[in-house]
């Protein structure tokens, strides 16, 4: 019941026990990442099948160390430069880590090939109807690569601010409760 799928015993201790805070990477952050799974994924959304590789990402160093960052290569898009662009990016990805693929396509052993491989990344940040997220915009290699942390996107949804009227007075230091 204690074993964990590694085949150790668990330990019960805090660090291995509770989840990882989620933390958004500045924009333009340039990071040493490893990879800790390659793999394809496929879905349905609404009535359209989604097909694509999904490439995770565990960043080695601080501030943001442990921290995964997800890259979605869509080799199969309808849109043709979105499909180039991502071949593209799916085999400089195989270049860095000197791996040679299947030219038909990717085994699962070219996949399993890819983990613990180590590759500079620039991360950057989006931002789409109030929720933000990261996403791996270029890949270097590892030797002598320089690490850089970005800075924060200035958020674009509209900010939200009350009116003062008669409706909606402001209230004093004196009216909280607590």
């Given at each position: 019941?204690?074993?964990?799928?590694?085949?150790?015993?668990?330990?019960?201790?805090?660090?291995?026990?509770?989840?990882?805070?989620?933390?958004?990477?500045?924009?333009?952050?340039?990071?040493?990442?490893?990879?800790?799974?390659?793999?394809?994924?496929?879905?349905s959304?609404?009535?359209?099948?989604?097909?694509?590789?999904?490439?995770?990402?565990?960043?080695?160093?601080?501030?943001?160390?442990?921290?995964?960052?997800?890259?979605k290569?869509?080799?199969?898009?309808?849109?043709?430069?979105?499909?180039d662009?991502?071949?593209?990016?799916?085999?400089?990805?195989?270049?860095?880590?000197?791996?040679?693929?299947?030219?038909?396509?990717?085994?699962?052993?070219?996949?399993?090939?890819?983990?613990?491989?180590?590759?500079?990344?620039?991360?950057?940040?989006?931002?789409?109807?109030?929720?933000?997220?990261?996403?791996?915009?270029?890949?270097?290699?590892?030797?002598?690569?320089?690490?850089?942390?970005?800075?924060?996107?200035?958020?674009?949804?509209?900010?939200?601010?009350?009116?003062?009227?008669?409706r909606?007075?402001?209230?004093?230091?004196?009216?909280?409760?607590?």
């Amino acid at each position: 019941m204690f074993t964990l799928s590694t085949g150790e015993r668990a330990r019960g201790v805090a660090e291995a026990a509770f989840a990882q805070q989620i933390l958004h990477i500045p924009n333009n952050t340039f990071a040493l990442a490893m990879i800790e799974k390659c793999e394809e994924k496929s879905f349905s959304y609404n009535g359209q099948d989604m097909r694509f590789f999904n490439v995770e990402w565990r960043l080695m160093n601080a501030p943001f160390k442990g921290t995964a960052v997800r890259q979605k290569i869509d080799i199969f898009s309808d849109n043709p430069a979105k499909a180039d662009r991502a071949k593209e990016m799916f085999m400089l990805l195989f270049n860095l880590c000197n791996i040679n693929p299947n030219p038909s396509g990717p085994t699962a052993n070219d996949l399993y090939l890819l983990q613990k491989k180590i590759c500079g990344l620039r991360i950057q940040e989006w931002e789409l109807n109030g929720k933000t997220g990261n996403w791996v915009s270029e890949l270097h290699p590892a030797s002598g690569f320089v690490e850089e942390l970005g800075i924060k996107m200035p958020s674009k949804e509209p900010k939200i601010s009350q009116a003062h009227d008669e409706r909606n007075p402001p209230f004093e230091d004196s009216e909280i409760l607590f």
